[in-house]
């Protein structure tokens, strides 16, 4: 079952064409990785399937309904969730409000009943911060809940991210470079995330630089050179095929 699809789907800047007729699927529960050079356009795939940039021309299937012309917070509330390749965190509020806030959606009951500090409210409240914990245990990040973000390693920052991506309770989640800048054991804590959720059936889009972070938890890859996939297929195939290596080469 493909979970995403897209139809000769096009992105220009000006001059410049970042995705030019990208026609893929994207298999429901698996891991689909993009790679390429710098600038081959794959955070403009993220950023136009997402809703961040609207797209020039072609068509986006969710769960085979047309999404092309649909903004970000439409996307998302399909259950569609993303990370930045430029972490997005709130400095100024804990570890635990950040996912907090990015769960905020889910929070069902009204202004009255907050105000008045209802047993509803409270329940909710309780059940949020519960999920909220289970979230940051997943990423590694509970013993830190009511730390400030600020400051903290660049790898948990992006474990934080991730962690806000996905108390939206996505169905599929983009995830835009996750290993960049972490150690080797906040590498481990991701690879070892990506698998978890795969085994409860959300699926990931992955961009990943990490050749060995790719080749331990892709499904199938897909790569791209000047804004249109140039290969296709699992790890074990394109690290050998000679187009890819030709384009990560730049050699004639
Ligand atoms: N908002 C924008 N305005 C103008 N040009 C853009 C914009 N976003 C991307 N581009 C251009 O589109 C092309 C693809 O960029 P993109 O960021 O998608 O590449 P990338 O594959 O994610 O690269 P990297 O690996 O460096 O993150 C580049 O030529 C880039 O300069
Ligand atoms: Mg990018």
Redesign the pocket.
Known sequence: MDILKTKNMTKS??G?V?NKDLSLTIEEGKITAFI??????????I?VVTGV?PITSGEIFFQDKEISKYESNQISRLGIARTF?KIRLFDNLSVIENVLVARKSFYKSGPISVVFNTKKFREEERQNKEKALELLDLVGLKDKAYESPKGMAYGLRRCLEIARALALEPKLLFL??PAAGMTRDEFKVIMDLMLVLRERGITTVL?E?TMDFIKAVADWVYV?NF?EIIAKGPFDEIEKDPVVLKAYLGEE
């Open positions: 800047f000006g410049v970042a390429g050079p710098n600038g081959s356009g794959k955070t403009t795939f950023n940039h390749q835009d470079e961009v630089h791209l804004g």
